[in-house]
């Protein structure tokens, strides 16, 4: 199955929710706390935390916060503002598998060295390289009408951003994010992505050529290697038993002649 792709849902999360209300309440406390870990799921419940399928823009407050859990969520998306938790260290979204993509703003979390993320959910991912959505007619929007540029943070309007899908390495892990550009310049100052993905940043699409897959790239060398086996073959021809026989060196035959008698014999003869 090459490769679905999912349309982008906007307007993701209900805003007047209980657990919207109950998420926002804890945000606050663990700004007011200094609490260096923000786990949403030990604080709303199950229930409540299943319905929150994005982070409130408040996240921007938890200066102090490490560590992030949000294992076996329902989110969809995570918010640019993520990108100024400065103490950002350890991100776990595990089995959050409608977490598709990120915003390219985790990359400003300098600190983060470790993550947990399902990659197979992930848009371009090694083991299925999972379509991405088409950016042209169908651009992300978060709340507001304006946004900041993922680069050089200029406000701008979504009319004059320019949206474009990257693969990039962050934490422990190689992940599609998100970028909202103001410039070409700001376009050339994207890094570059890592070997085995789409190297350039990219509008998304059915008609983008990623690398192999795990199972396609599995194949291509299975069929390097059979060829390089018949090429052996060709070039050290195996030579079989009848044609080695034929080739072998003939048995050497005795000639009596050159054998000298026996003294005894010799001497029982002369008797």
């Not at 959910?121 to 709340?143: C, E, I, S, T």
């Not at 998100?178 to 100052?189: I, Q």
């Not at 060709?234 to 080695?244: A, H, S």
Request: some cysteine.
């Amino acid at each position: 199955m090459k490769k679905r792709i999912s349309k982008i849902e906007n307007d993701v999360q209900d805003r007047d929710s209980l657990a919207w209300k109950k998420l926002c309440e804890y945000i606050d406390e663990v700004a007011e706390n200094g609490s260096d870990e923000f786990v949403p799921r030990e604080a709303l419940g199950n229930e409540l935390f299943a319905e929150i399928h994005t982070l409130p823009e408040s996240i921007s407050k938890l200066k102090k916060v490490t560590k992030i859990g949000l294992y076996g969520s329902q989110l969809k998306r995570i918010p640019p503002e993520i990108g100024q938790m400065e103490s950002l260290e350890y991100f776990d979204p595990y089995t959050s598998y409608k977490l598709n993509w990120f915003p390219y703003e985790i990359m400003d979390c300098k600190k983060l060295k470790d993550s947990r993320i399902s990659t197979r959910a992930l848009l371009g991912n090694f083991k299925n390289r999972m379509g991405f959505p088409r950016l042209d007619h169908n651009p992300v929007r978060y709340l507001g009408e304006t946004l900041k540029c993922s680069i050089c943070k200029k406000e701008m309007t979504y009319e004059e951003t320019n949206q474009l899908w990257i693969t990039l390495r962050t934490g422990t892990d190689t992940i599609p994010l998100l970028a909202n550009l103001c410039s070409k310049e700001c376009e050339e100052k994207l890094p570059q992505p890592p070997e085995n993905y789409v190297q350039y940043a990219h509008k998304g699409g059915a008609d983008l050529v990623q690398p192999p897959d795990e199972n396609e790239l599995w194949e291509i060398r299975m069929a390097e290697r059979k060829k390089e086996e018949e090429k052996e073959k060709r070039n050290n021809p195996v030579v079989d038993n009848k044609e080695k026989s034929q080739k072998a060196e003939p048995e050497k035959k005795i000639n009596w002649s050159d054998l000298k008698p026996l003294k005894l014999i010799r001497k029982i003869w002369e008797k």
